[in-house]
């Protein structure tokens, strides 16, 4: 599973605060701590006012690159702010995001020619967030004819079908897992990402339906998710769904995870 931290965004009371003091020491620890725990890429979103978006993101940036090397995911939902500060980064990280809205494939695919940029892809267009199964699949495929016209291969795309929570439509899971299973039959190495926990919104004990949709989505073949790394329930029920699902060879990783204090009880 490809872990995208989540921890890191203006949205989050604690993160808005430490934005606005320049509080550098609380951004890098959370950026080190997700790192430490597993996390891939680090997710770095401003969700600030636009006319301060890009200064922010360019210092968020900044801190989370000397705290770690622990590659980036540039987050906004404008992406000329993802170009402005595109060229702050000092790896190849990941864009988040493109969709079929606006002009955001027009500005951010060009970025990713010649290099190995990752990306994002919302199964959205200008019309919302379709309810069908069919339009987010027709969706994915516009957005991957698009990266090709770059020499962006499936692999580096990274389709988020737009979990729909629970509480208001019915099937959002058994459609979520019907999405992921069409995405990857037309795209093998696509990989599929998502919040898995905007499925519990408005419900309680939302940390329990979390986790259990997040080992139906692994079995369709979600391999990349937007989430705490220090969550270690959640992280357990990573690990331990790809042991049981026979995509952990003799439960290697699943039992380093638990040497490295990852997962089970906290040693004390």
């Known amino acids: 599973m490809i872990i995208i931290g989540e921890k890191i965004n203006g949205s989050i009371p604690a993160v808005k605060e430490a ?3 320049r509080d550098a020491a609380f951004i890098a620890d959370r950026a080190v701590k997700q790192a430490e725990a597993g996390a891939n890429f680090i997710d770095v979103c401003a969700s600030t006012s636009p006319e301060n978006e890009i ?3 360019r210092w968020l940036i900044e801190v989370v690159q000397d705290a770690t090397d622990t590659p980036l995911c540039i987050d906004s939902p404008n992406p000329r702010a993802i170009e402005a500060v595109f060229k702050y980064a000092n790896k ?13 494939c027009d500005v951010l695919l060009p970025l990713m020619e010649g290099n190995a940029w990752e990306v994002v892809g919302l199964t959205c ?15 994915t495929k516009s957005m991957v004819e698009k990266a090709a016209k770059y020499s962006i291969t499936a692999d580096r795309i990274h389709i988020d079908p737009c979990v729909m929570a629970l509480s208001t439509e019915n099937n959002s899971l058994l459609n979520f897992v019907k999405e992921i299973s069409m995405i990857k039959e037309l795209y093998p190495t696509i990989h599929v990402t998502g919040a898995i926990s905007n499925m519990s ?8 339906l979390n986790k259990t949709a997040m080992a139906f989505a692994i079995q369709a073949g979600m391999d990349s998710a937007v989430l705490d790394p220090l969550n270690r329930d959640m992280m357990g029920t990573i690990f331990a769904t790809y042991a049981l699902l026979g995509k952990d060879k003799h439960c290697r990783k ?6 490295a204090g990852q997962i089970g009880a906290v040693k004390k």
């Open 92 to 104: 190849p990280g990941m864009l988040n995001s493109i969709s079929e809205e606006g002009d955001k």
């Open 201 to 208: 919104f408005g419900l309680p004990v939302r940390a329990l």
């Open 55 to 57: 200064e922010t993101l």
């Open 125 to 139: 267009d200008n019309n919302g967030i379709p309810n069908d199964v069919q339009t987010k699949v027709d969706i």
């Open 19 to 21: 934005i606005e003091k």
């Open 254 to 259: 699943y039992s380093k995870a638990f040497r």
